[in-house]
C-alpha cells in the first residue's frame, strides 16, 4: 500500500537564483512499512521536498507543478484547514537540530500536550497517560520527570526522543526525519536510528529519511533516492544503490566516502618530534560566592607526540576536549598545566611577547568555512596578512599567495575577491592556503572537513593528504568522524571526557581497539558492516 | 529609505542655500512689522540703516524679525548639531566599546561608569554641562553628545565581543596579528553597518534635544536663529500667532522623521539576514 506518492513534482526557486527550480520533476513512492532514504549534497532540494509534503513551504517557493498524495488525497489542492488537520495526525516531521525544534519555555510534557489538545478531545488524565506511553516506547528514563523537565535539562539524544514521541503521539501514517542525528554525536546518533528502525517496524509507518549519510543510509533505508541539484538520479533498492549505483553521480558520491580502514601506510618513527605535549591540561574553573569553586576539566593529563611528516588523529565526541587541546596547542586558549614543546621549546607558559615568533610554525584550520574568514576582507588580504606580520614585503606576500592558490587548486587570480564568492570547500581551500603562508611546521586542522559535503570533503582531505607529504608537514587532525580519520591518520588518540583513553598508532587502533568507549564508539558508526561500492 | 534620504537632501540644500533663497540677515528686526502674519508684506532695517520692503512668508515676531529666514538659518544650526553629535558620541563611544570589549579586566569598571551615566537623564546632564560653560555650539554638541556615548559603547561591546569569537579572528590571532591590528583590522570594520544604524538615530534624538534646549532656554543664545529659539520666542504669543511656533515646528518634525527613515531604510539594507530573504 503506498502512503506518499510524489509525481512530478517541481518546486520553483526565485530568480536571480543559480537554477530556476529548487526541485524539478521528483517523482517517488513511500509504502506503508517501509524506509526511504533521501539522500543528496547541500541544496540538492532534499529538504525543500520535505517541506512540500509537509505544506510548510515559504512563499518565495511556489510549487509550479505535480502532485503530492498522501493516503490518496491530494495534498497541494487540499485547503489550509484540512493540511493542519493532517499534519501531526496523518503525518508528521522530526527535524535536526532537538533544541531549537523544542519551545525552550516549555515543558516537555506540555509540549506533548499541545499536540494532543489542538488534535483530539481526550481528557487530561488520558492524554498524560498517552504521553507516558510514549515517553516510555522512545525508551526515555523516568517519564513522568521528562515530562516536567525542561529541553535545556535533557541532553541532545533525549530532546530527539521528546521529538520522536511527539511525532508519534496521534500515531501518523507518514515519518518524515529531516537529518535527524546530524546534530548528534556518533554513540548517541546509533540509539536514536536503532529507535527508529524499531518504532517504523512495530507501528508499520512510511518514514522518509533526509540524510547526506551513506553510513546511516546502510543502516536503516529500504529504498533509496539521490537528489542532485533538484533532480532525481537515481531511486533502487539500497543494495543496489550502495554497491552497484548505476548513475555516475551516486557512484562519485560513493567513492568519496572513506571507509573505516586505516591506510596502512608506513610511518618513520625516526622522524624528528615536531610537537611533544606533557600533561597538557586545561581546567576551567568557576568561582561561585559562599560556594566551593567549581572545576571543570576540559583536558586533563594529554601527553602527545607528533613527527615531521605525520598526522596525528584526535578522535572523540563532542565535549571530550579535542577542540580543546588543539587550541591549547595554537594557544587560543592559555594551558592551565603541562608542556607543549614545539621542536623542544616549551610553548606552554610562554608569555604573548616572547610567543609571537612562534606563531608562524603552529597554524590552524577551522571548522565553519563560512566564519572562518573576515567577510569585509579579499581572500588575497587574508592570505598575505601573516606574511606581513612577519616582515614579508607586501609584494613577496602578494606572490606567495598566488602560489599557494595553485597549490590549493584555485585561480591565482581571484585574490581580489571576497569569501562569500566562493562555495564551503573553496573557502576551506583559502584557509588552508592562508595557514600554509607562514611556511608552519606544524598543521592543527579543527573538524576541518567537518562541514563539508562528502564529495568536497574527499577532495579536500587529498590536499591536505598532498600537501602534507610534499611540504613534510606535521599534522595534527582533530575529527569526530571514524572514517575520515582512518583516511589520514598514522597515529590515532581517543579522547573521552577530556582524557586519552587510547592512542597507538592508527592500524592498532582501528584493527586492534583495547578500550571499551574505542570499541563503543566503531560499533556506533553507521553503515560499519556495509561493503560499498569501490569501483 | 529614499523618502529619508530625498527629504534630507532637501532640507541641507535648504540650509547651504539660505541665502539665496529670498532671505534676509535672520537677525535683523524692524518694529514696525511685529507680529505679522504669514504672506504679509513689510519693511526691514538693514544693519546700515537701510529699510527695505520685504515679503514675510512665514511671518515675523514679536520684534519683527522674519520667521522664515530664521527657520532657514536654523535648518544649518540643527543639521550641524545633529551630525556633529552623532559623530562624537560615535568616535568616543567606539574606542570606548573596543576597549571594553577586548581588555577583559577594565569591562566591569568601564561598564559601571556607562551604566551610571546612563542613569542621569540625558536633558538633566545636558542642562547641566551647558550651565557650566556658556551655552555656545561646541557646549551644546559636547552636552547633547554625552548621555549618548553608553549607548554606542554598549553596542560596540556587545558586537566586539561577539566578533572575536569568530574563527577569523582566532585565525588572526594564530598568525601572529597585533591585537591593535586586529581591533581595527578585524573587528571594527564589521561593526561599521549597526553603527551607522545607530548614528543615525543619534543624529534625529540630537536635533530633537537640541531644540528642547534651546525651548527650554538653557541652549544656545538666543540671538542665534534655532529652531528651539524660534519656538520659545513664540510660545507666549502661541494663542494669537500660532505661526511663530507652527513653522519651525514642521521642519523639526519633518526633519527627524526623514532621520529616522532613512536609519531604518540604513538598517534593513545593511542587515544580511534581511537583505537575503528575497
Partial sequence: MTTLQIQGLSVALPSGGDRAHAVCDVSLEVNHGEIVCLVGESGSGKSVIAQA?????????????????????????????????????????????????????????????????????????????????????????????????????????????????????????????????????????????????????????????ITHDFGVVAELAHRVAVLREGRLVELAARDEVLTRPRHEYTQMLIRSVPTLKPHGRPADASAEVVLETRNLSKTYVDRRWLRPAREVHAAADVSLTLRK????????????????????????????????????????????????????????????????????????????????????????????????????RLDPGSLGRYPHQFS???????????????????????????????????????????????????????????????????????????????????????????????????????GRNFAFATA | MRIGGATLAVLIALAVAAPWLGTVDPSLFDAASRDLTPGKAGEITTLEGETLRHTFVMGSDSFGRDIYSRVLYGTRVSLAVGLASALVALAFGVVLGLVAGYVRWLDGPLMRVMDGIMAIPAILIAIAVVALWRGSLSTVIVAIAIPEIPRVTRLVRSLVL?????????????????????????????????????????????????????????????????????????????????????????????????????????????????????
Avoid at chain 1, 542525528?181 to 524499531?198: C, K, N, R, S, Y
Avoid at chain 1, 567577510?375 to 606572490?399: C, K, M, W, Y
Avoid at chain 1, 582533530?478 to 583516511?487: K, N, P, S, W
Avoid at chain 1, 570499541?519 to 558508526?525: G, I
Fill in chain 2, 162 to 278: 561577539s566578533i572575536r569569537e569568530e574563527p577569523y579572528v582566532e585565525a588572526a590571532v594564530a598568525l601572529g596579528t597585533p591585537t591593535w591590528k586586529i581591533m581595527f583590522g578585524h573587528i571594527l570594520p564589521n561593526t561599521v553597518a549597526p553603527l551607522l544604524v545607530q548614528g543615525t538615530y543619534i543624529c534625529a534624538f540630537s536635533i530633537l534635544v537640541e531644540a528642547i534646549l534651546s525651548f527650554l532656554g538653557v541652549g544656545l543664545p538666543p540671538d542665534i536663529p534655532t529652531w528651539g529659539n524660534i519656538m520659545a520666542e513664540g510660545r507666549v504669543q502661541f494663542v494669537a500667532y500660532p505661526h511663530n511656533v507652527f513653522f519651525p515646528g514642521i521642519f523639526l518634525a519633518l526633519t527627524v522623521l526623514a532621520v529616522n527613515i532613512l536609519g531604518d531604510g540604513l538598517r534593513d539594507t545593511l542587515d544580511p539576514k534581511m537583505a537575503k530573504r528575497v
Fill in chain 1, 424 to 526: 564551503g570547500g573553496q573557502r576551506q581551500r583559502i584557509c588552508i592556503a592562508r595557514a600554509l603562508a607562514l611556511e608552519p611546521d606544524l598543521l592543527v586542522a579543527d573538524e576541518a572537513v567537518s562541514a563539508l559535503d562528502v564529495s568536497v570533503q574527499a577532495q579536500v582531505l587529498e590536499l591536505l593528504e598532498e600537501i602534507r607529504g610534499r611540504l613534510n608537514l606535521a599534522m595534527l587532525f582533530i575529527t569526530h568522524d571514524l572514517r575520515v580519520a582512518a583516511q589520514v591518520c598514522d597515529q590515532v588518540a581517543v579522547m573521552q571526557a577530556g582524557r586519552i583513553v587510547e592512542y597507538g598508532a592508527a592500524e592498532q587502533v582501528f584493527l586492534e581497539p583495547r578500550h571499551e568507549y574505542t570499541r563503543a564508539l566503531f560499533a556506533a558508526a553507521p
Fill in chain 1, 53 to 209: 509534503v509537509m505544506g510548510l513551504l515559504p512563499n518565495t517557493l511556489p510549487v509550479t507543478g505535480g502532485r503530492i498524495l498522501l493516503e490518496g488525497e491530494d495534498l497541494l489542492s487540499a485547503s489550509a484547514a484540512r493540511r493542519r488537520q493532517l499534519r501531526g495526525a496523518r503525518m508528521t516531521m522530526i527535524f535536526q537540530e532537538p533544541m531549537t525544534a523544542l519551545n525552550p519555555v516549555m515543558t516537555c510534557g506540555a509540549q506533548l500536550d499541545e499536540v494532543l489538545t489542538a488534535h483530539t478531545t481526550l481528557p487530561a488524565a488520558e492524554r498524560r497517560a498517552k504521553a507516558l506511553n510514549l515517553l516510555r516506547e522512545v525508551a526515555l528514563p523516568d517519564p513522568p520527570r521528562m515530562l516536567d523537565s525542561y529541553p535545556h535539562q535533557l541532553s541532545g539524544g533525549q530532546r530527539q526522543r521528546i521529538m520522536i514521541a511527539m511525532a508519534l503521539l496521534l500515531e501518523p501514517a507518514l515519518l518524515i526525519a529531516d537529518e535527524p542525528t546530524t546534530a548528534l554525536d556518533v554513540t548517541t546518533q546509533a540509539q536514536i536510528l536503532a529507535l527508529i528502525v524499531e518504532i517504523q517496524k512495530k507501528r508499520g509507518m512510511a518514514v522518509l529519511f
Fill in chain 1, 309 to 408: 611528516g605525520q598526522t596525528l588523529g584526535i578522535v572523540g565526541e563532542s565535549g571530550s576536549g579535542k577542540s580543546t587541546v588543539a587550541r591549547c596547542i595554537v594557544r587560543l586558549i592559555e594551558p592551565s598545566g603541562g608542556e607543549i614543546r614545539l621542536r623542544g621549546t616549551d610553548i606552554a607558559a610562554m608569555r604573548p611577547r616572547a610567543l609571537r615568533p612562534l606563531r608562524q610554525r603552529v597554524q590552524i584550520v577551522f571548522q565553519d568555512p563560512y566564519r572562518s574568514l573576515n567577510p569585509r576582507r579579499t581572500i588575497g588580504e587574508a592570505i598575505i596578512e601573516g606574511p606581513i606580520n612577519f616582515g614579508v614585503s607586501r609584494h613577496d606576500a602578494l606572490q606567495r599567495a598566488r602560489r599557494l592558490l595553485e597549490l590549493v
